[in-house]
Protein backbone atom coordinates (compact mmCIF):
# COMPACT_ATOMS: atom_id res chain seq x y z
CA UNK A 1 0.00 0.00 0.00
CA UNK A 2 1.69 2.97 -1.17
CA UNK A 3 0.07 6.67 0.17
CA UNK A 4 0.04 10.09 0.48
CA UNK A 5 -0.82 12.30 3.57
CA UNK A 6 -1.21 15.69 2.66
CA UNK A 7 -3.41 18.27 5.36
CA UNK A 8 -2.11 21.37 6.87
CA UNK A 9 0.32 21.77 9.43
CA UNK A 10 -1.32 20.56 12.78
CA UNK A 11 -3.98 18.97 10.76
CA UNK A 12 -2.90 15.98 12.42
CA UNK A 13 -1.41 13.95 9.63
CA UNK A 14 2.17 12.90 10.95
CA UNK A 15 -0.14 11.36 14.41
CA UNK A 16 -2.35 9.63 11.46
CA UNK A 17 0.43 8.65 9.03
CA UNK A 18 2.86 7.09 11.80
CA UNK A 19 -0.18 5.01 12.85
CA UNK A 20 -1.21 3.69 9.72
CA UNK A 21 2.24 3.20 8.72
CA UNK A 22 2.49 1.30 11.67
CA UNK A 23 -0.60 -0.80 11.16
CA UNK A 24 -0.16 -1.92 7.59
CA UNK A 25 3.83 -2.75 8.57
CA UNK A 26 5.50 -0.22 5.72
CA UNK A 27 7.89 2.67 6.63
CA UNK A 28 6.53 6.01 7.58
CA UNK A 29 8.40 8.82 5.82
CA UNK A 30 8.52 12.03 7.26
CA UNK A 31 10.20 14.50 5.43
CA UNK A 32 9.85 17.18 8.48
CA UNK A 33 11.67 14.63 10.80
CA UNK A 34 14.38 13.88 8.04
CA UNK A 35 15.02 17.60 7.99
CA UNK A 36 15.07 18.12 11.71
CA UNK A 37 17.77 15.18 11.80
CA UNK A 38 19.35 16.27 9.01
CA UNK A 39 19.94 19.76 11.15
CA UNK A 40 20.41 18.45 14.49
CA UNK A 41 23.23 16.57 12.27
CA UNK A 42 24.46 19.63 10.41
CA UNK A 43 25.20 17.54 7.60
CA UNK A 44 25.37 20.22 4.50
CA UNK A 45 21.55 19.81 3.33
CA UNK A 46 20.59 20.35 7.05
CA UNK A 47 22.90 23.42 6.83
CA UNK A 48 21.17 24.67 3.99
CA UNK A 49 17.37 23.82 5.35
CA UNK A 50 18.08 24.96 8.41
CA UNK A 51 16.39 28.35 7.83
CA UNK A 52 13.43 27.45 5.82
CA UNK A 53 12.52 25.36 8.51
CA UNK A 54 13.29 28.44 11.12
CA UNK A 55 11.02 30.85 9.32
CA UNK A 56 8.09 28.33 8.36
CA UNK A 57 8.87 28.01 4.25
CA UNK A 58 9.66 25.41 2.50
CA UNK A 59 12.69 24.06 2.03
CA UNK A 60 13.97 24.21 -1.92
CA UNK A 61 12.22 21.44 -3.93
CA UNK A 62 15.97 20.54 -5.72
CA UNK A 63 17.12 19.37 -2.10
CA UNK A 64 13.92 17.99 -0.66
CA UNK A 65 13.83 16.00 -4.08
CA UNK A 66 17.12 14.55 -3.55
CA UNK A 67 16.54 13.64 0.31
CA UNK A 68 12.93 12.28 -0.48
CA UNK A 69 14.09 10.55 -3.96
CA UNK A 70 17.17 8.58 -2.28
CA UNK A 71 14.71 6.99 0.38
CA UNK A 72 11.81 5.91 -1.73
CA UNK A 73 14.48 3.79 -3.41
CA UNK A 74 15.49 2.08 -0.53
CA UNK A 75 14.68 -1.96 -0.75
CA UNK A 76 11.89 -1.40 2.56
CA UNK A 77 9.63 0.40 0.49
CA UNK A 78 9.06 -1.84 -2.16
CA UNK A 79 6.19 -3.53 -0.50
CA UNK A 80 4.83 0.20 0.45
CA UNK A 81 4.67 3.29 2.67
CA UNK A 82 3.38 6.28 3.85
CA UNK A 83 4.46 9.49 2.66
CA UNK A 84 3.55 12.30 5.35
CA UNK A 85 4.42 15.54 4.11
CA UNK A 86 6.13 15.06 0.83
CA UNK A 87 4.72 16.07 -2.09
CA UNK A 88 4.39 19.88 -1.02
CA UNK A 89 4.64 21.75 -3.62
CA UNK A 90 3.50 21.32 -7.86
CA UNK A 91 7.41 20.17 -8.63
CA UNK A 92 7.70 17.74 -5.77
CA UNK A 93 4.54 16.27 -7.09
CA UNK A 94 5.82 15.84 -10.77
CA UNK A 95 9.21 14.47 -9.40
CA UNK A 96 7.09 12.06 -7.29
CA UNK A 97 5.23 10.69 -10.22
CA UNK A 98 8.50 10.62 -12.61
CA UNK A 99 10.03 8.69 -9.77
CA UNK A 100 7.54 6.21 -8.96
CA UNK A 101 7.25 5.45 -12.98
CA UNK A 102 10.83 4.56 -12.91
CA UNK A 103 10.42 2.88 -9.84
CA UNK A 104 7.39 0.89 -11.21
CA UNK A 105 5.50 1.96 -8.62
CA UNK A 106 1.77 3.02 -8.46
CA UNK A 107 0.02 5.08 -5.73
CA UNK A 108 -2.78 3.69 -3.59
CA UNK A 109 -4.26 6.86 -2.62
CA UNK A 110 -3.96 10.64 -1.38
CA UNK A 111 -5.91 10.81 2.23
CA UNK A 112 -6.25 14.98 2.49
CA UNK A 113 -6.83 15.60 5.97
CA UNK A 114 -8.94 19.04 6.67
CA UNK A 115 -8.75 21.72 9.40
CA UNK A 116 -9.17 25.30 9.82
CA UNK A 117 -6.56 27.87 11.32
CA UNK A 118 -8.14 28.38 14.16
CA UNK A 119 -7.95 24.96 15.02
CA UNK A 120 -4.58 24.28 13.93
CA UNK A 121 -2.97 27.03 15.30
CA UNK A 122 -4.16 26.43 19.02
CA UNK A 123 -3.02 22.46 18.34
CA UNK A 124 0.59 23.76 17.24
CA UNK A 125 1.17 26.47 19.42
CA UNK A 126 0.61 24.25 22.42
CA UNK A 127 2.45 20.95 21.33
CA UNK A 128 5.23 19.75 23.76
CA UNK A 129 7.45 16.62 23.52
CA UNK A 130 9.98 14.79 25.00
CA UNK A 131 13.68 14.94 23.35
CA UNK A 132 14.32 11.96 25.54
CA UNK A 133 11.83 9.45 24.58
CA UNK A 134 9.38 10.77 22.13
CA UNK A 135 6.18 11.14 24.15
CA UNK A 136 4.02 14.21 23.32
CA UNK A 137 1.41 16.97 24.79
CA UNK A 138 -0.84 19.03 24.84
CA UNK A 139 -0.82 22.14 27.24
CA UNK A 140 -4.55 22.28 27.02
CA UNK A 141 -5.71 18.47 26.08
CA UNK A 142 -2.85 16.04 27.37
CA UNK A 143 -0.94 18.23 29.49
CA UNK A 144 1.80 16.05 31.91
CA UNK A 145 1.27 15.85 35.14
CA UNK A 146 4.31 17.80 36.06
CA UNK A 147 4.12 21.00 33.97
CA UNK A 148 7.00 20.83 31.57
CA UNK A 149 7.99 17.42 33.01
CA UNK A 150 7.77 13.92 30.70
CA UNK A 151 5.35 11.83 32.86
CA UNK A 152 7.11 8.63 31.26
CA UNK A 153 10.55 9.70 31.94
CA UNK A 154 10.76 12.35 33.23
CA UNK A 155 12.94 14.56 30.88
CA UNK A 156 11.80 18.13 30.26
CA UNK A 157 9.97 18.61 27.82
CA UNK A 158 10.45 20.95 24.66
CA UNK A 159 8.99 23.00 21.95
CA UNK A 160 9.62 22.56 18.42
CA UNK A 161 10.72 25.95 17.09
CA UNK A 162 8.82 26.23 14.33
CA UNK A 163 5.50 25.92 16.72
CA UNK A 164 5.14 29.38 17.51
CA UNK A 165 2.42 31.57 16.69
CA UNK A 166 4.24 33.41 14.10
CA UNK A 167 5.83 30.75 11.99
CA UNK A 168 2.83 29.33 12.40
CA UNK A 169 1.11 32.06 10.58
CA UNK A 170 3.83 31.68 7.73
CA UNK A 171 3.71 27.63 7.41
CA UNK A 172 0.23 28.28 6.94
CA UNK A 173 0.31 30.51 4.24
CA UNK A 174 3.30 28.14 2.28
CA UNK A 175 0.62 25.36 2.70
CA UNK A 176 -2.65 27.49 1.24
CA UNK A 177 -0.15 28.92 -1.76
CA UNK A 178 2.23 25.76 -2.55
CA UNK A 179 0.30 22.56 -0.64
CA UNK A 180 -3.43 22.75 -1.18
CA UNK A 181 -3.05 23.01 -4.98
CA UNK A 182 -1.96 19.27 -4.86
CA UNK A 183 -5.50 17.78 -3.69
CA UNK A 184 -6.75 19.21 -7.31
CA UNK A 185 -3.63 17.49 -9.04
CA UNK A 186 -4.32 13.90 -7.26
CA UNK A 187 -8.15 14.42 -7.33
CA UNK A 188 -7.71 14.92 -11.39
CA UNK A 189 -5.70 11.46 -10.79
CA UNK A 190 -9.07 9.49 -9.13
CA UNK A 191 -6.66 9.30 -5.95
CA UNK A 192 -7.74 11.75 -3.27
CA UNK A 193 -9.86 10.94 -0.25
CA UNK A 194 -10.86 14.08 2.41
CA UNK A 195 -11.06 13.58 5.99
CA UNK A 196 -12.37 15.95 8.47
CA UNK A 197 -9.17 16.54 10.69
CA UNK A 198 -10.90 18.52 13.46
CA UNK A 199 -12.40 15.52 14.49
CA UNK A 200 -10.60 13.49 17.62
CA UNK A 201 -7.92 11.53 17.04
CA UNK A 202 -9.40 8.03 17.56
CA UNK A 203 -12.81 9.30 15.27
CA UNK A 204 -9.95 10.53 12.07
CA UNK A 205 -8.02 7.10 12.16
CA UNK A 206 -11.09 4.89 12.09
CA UNK A 207 -12.56 7.00 9.05
CA UNK A 208 -8.86 7.10 7.22
CA UNK A 209 -8.62 3.48 7.64
CA UNK A 210 -12.33 2.61 6.25
CA UNK A 211 -10.98 4.80 3.60
CA UNK A 212 -7.55 2.36 3.16
CA UNK A 213 -8.83 -0.75 4.17
CA UNK A 214 -12.85 -0.72 3.73
CA UNK A 215 -14.95 -3.42 5.87
CA UNK A 216 -11.32 -3.64 7.93
CA UNK A 217 -12.90 -1.83 11.10
P1 LIG B 1 6.65 19.19 9.23
O1 LIG B 1 7.34 18.47 10.33
O2 LIG B 1 6.10 18.27 8.19
O3 LIG B 1 5.65 20.19 9.74
O4 LIG B 1 7.78 20.05 8.47
C1 LIG B 1 8.54 21.05 9.16
C2 LIG B 1 9.23 21.95 8.17
O5 LIG B 1 10.15 21.19 7.36
C3 LIG B 1 8.34 22.65 7.15
O6 LIG B 1 7.76 23.84 7.68
C4 LIG B 1 9.33 22.94 6.04
O7 LIG B 1 10.17 24.03 6.34
C5 LIG B 1 10.19 21.68 6.04
N1 LIG B 1 9.64 20.63 5.14
C6 LIG B 1 9.16 19.41 5.49
N2 LIG B 1 8.76 18.72 4.41
C7 LIG B 1 9.00 19.52 3.34
C8 LIG B 1 8.80 19.40 1.94
N3 LIG B 1 8.25 18.30 1.40
N4 LIG B 1 9.15 20.44 1.15
C9 LIG B 1 9.72 21.55 1.65
N5 LIG B 1 9.92 21.75 2.96
C10 LIG B 1 9.58 20.74 3.80
Redo the contacts with the bound molecule.
Keep these: MKLIFLGP ?1 GSGK ?1 TQAKRVAAYLGVPHI ?4 M ?1 REAVARETPGGVKARD ?2 GS ?4 PDEL ?1 NIILGERIERKDCQKGFVLD ?5 SG ?1 ADMLTKKLQELSMTLDKVIDIIASFQVISERICGRRSCPNCGASYHILYSSPEKKDICNECGNSLVRRS ?1 DTEEVVQA ?1 YKEYMEKTMPLSDYYKHKGLLYTVNGELDIEEVYKNIVNIILPKML
Excluded: H
Design positions: PGSTGDLFIGLLVIGFPRSQDR
